[in-house]
């Protein structure tokens, strides 16, 4: 496999020792460039995602979906991005201003700091610490406080329901989010997303393989639950437009709406990134034992196999929101409280037995 | 060195929705009335505060919440270590999750769990 911190080392030295640039200022132009490919690599995958979610939903419905602007209409999303930037940001006037302002903030550090955190290829991930999982679920909650702030600060009925709704939804959902993700540390038994990946290498080595039955059980679970705590598919209850216009965005205008339309989309891929690495091996290729086609599984470099996955995942979350009806308030919360809550706490205590009886595969 | 790359991602984050808020500020338009300024509900005046008392049932799962998400927590560090330690992580998890359990079933039988 290629290793990806070959380059960043070469980097690193090159700035260090053939530039002769102090440690200040080397650090600080390897700080801009980490900043720049974050933003590009998050631009370029929210165009991507926004226009897949269109036409998805457009063949879903038997319709063809954007085809003006461009070919196929590839270039709708950039035509909407400008159309947005042009619009007017203003204020309803008994908005309570500080939060209504802070609040797309909130939701960009909860859903960039998350982006953050995906392992693109061996060596590329960018925040590798060595509590990583529980680092990222710690800052993807703070997602839940700019949903709330957005629908409390802007004063309106709509929205400060919808608020109420998604703050309960993605605190219930963060529960069997969290267990989820717990079962798989017990099996892995490291924190570092690095490690995560590194403990699924071997024949049959990613985790659902690994873990066998709990894994599975873990996955689809993480898979709902992460559905839910994204505020889409059928849980996109607060921002259900048939009942409450636009929810916690109704009185955003321009890139402030726009804000949370990126989060939205930029967490579905979190989450789908997330399942990829924890579950389905991240930038692993699957190996099956025989040299030979584990060695052409290695050629493929490992950004094509997390994207592939990552994608695949996506696609599978599209396919539920555009096949399931919304469900209620009581519906949600009977879901996970009564469900999934109770079956992820079963499924980690059955994933501890098999860990300490050793019936993984190795 | 992992605390700059952490602070470098915050401060991108900030940066991007800041440049796009003032890119907007200078290319938008900027008009007002006073019913711009008003609060959208198709087309009716907003009748009084929009920040009602809402329904109990939010909160009583907002407390449920915090119960057990702090639970969770701990969890993480003794899921590190359940491969060294074998059966003996799961005895002495073993009471700490039946506590959790029993948590959840007390909630179950009081009715916290309905909706209300």
């Known amino acids: 496999m290629f290793d990806f911190s070959i380059v960043t080392t070469w980097f690193d030295s090159l700035l260090r020792e053939t530039l002769g640039l102090g440690d200040f200022l080397s650090i600080l132009i390897e700080c801009v460039l980490v900043g720049v490919f974050i933003l590009a690599a998050y631009a370029m995958l929210a165009i991507v995602l926004i226009f897949m979610e269109r036409k998805v939903c457009a063949y879903f419905q038997c319709r063809l979906g954007p085809m003006r602007v461009g070919p196929w209409g590839v270039f709708q999303v950039f035509a909407d991005v400008l159309k947005m930037l042009q619009k007017e940001i203003f204020f309803v006037d008994k908005a309570d201003k500080l939060l209504y302002l802070v609040a797309p903030f909130l939701v960009l550090i909860a859903s960039v700091g998350t982006f953050s955190f995906m392992p693109w290829n061996k060596g590329a991930g960018i925040l590798d610490f060595n509590v990583g999982i529980f680092l990222l679920t710690a800052i993807s909650s703070i997602g839940v406080v700019g949903v709330f702030l957005a629908g409390w600060g802007s004063n309106n009925k709509y929205s400060v329901v919808s608020a109420m709704r998604g703050a309960v939804q993605m605190i219930s959902y963060e529960m069997s989010l969290c267990l989820c993700l717990i079962t798989a540390v017990v099996l892995t038994g490291t924190m570092q997303i690095s490690g995560i990946v590194e403990a699924q290498s071997g024949p049959f080595g990613w985790l659902v393989f690994q873990g066998h039955i709990p894994a599975i059980i873990a996955f689809i679970v993480f898979l709902v639950a992460g559905n839910a705590e994204a505020n889409r598919g059928p849980f996109d209850l607060p921002e259900a437009e048939s009942e409450l216009t636009a929810g916690y965005h109704t009185e955003y205008s321009g890139m402030g709406f726009g804000f949370f339309y990126l989060a939205e989309y930029l967490n579905m891929f979190v989450i789908a990134g997330v399942a990829t690495t924890v579950f389905l091996g991240g930038w692993m290729p699957i190996h099956i034992g025989v040299a030979g086609v584990d060695s052409f599984m290695d050629c493929i470099p490992g950004i094509v196999w997390f994207l592939g996955k990552a994608f695949l995942l996506v696609w599978v979350l599209l396919w539920i929101r555009w096949s399931f009806p919304r469900l209620r308030i009581d519906q949600i919360l009977k879901l996970e409280w009564k469900y999934l809550m109770p079956l992820s706490l079963i499924n980690l205590v059955l994933m501890t037995v098999i860990v300490a009886l050793g019936w993984y595969i190795k | ?116």
């Open chain 2, 1 to 116: 060195m992992y605390f700059i790359l952490l602070l470098t991602v915050l401060v991108t984050a900030i940066v991007l929705v800041a440049a796009a808020y003032v890119i907007a500020k200078l290319i938008g338009p900027r008009s007002y009335n006073k019913v711009k300024g008003e609060p959208f509900e198709c087309g009716i005046p907003t009748r009084g505060s929009s920040w009602l008392p809402m329904s109990v049932g939010y909160y009583l799962f907002a407390i449920l919440f915090l119960m057990f998400d702090v639970e969770t927590v701990f969890l993480y560090p003794w899921a590190v270590v359940v491969k060294e330690f074998g059966a003996m992580a799961l005895l002495s998890i073993g009471f700490f999750l039946l506590v959790l359990v029993f948590g959840l079933a007390y909630a179950w039988r009081k009715g916290a769990l309905e909706w209300k």
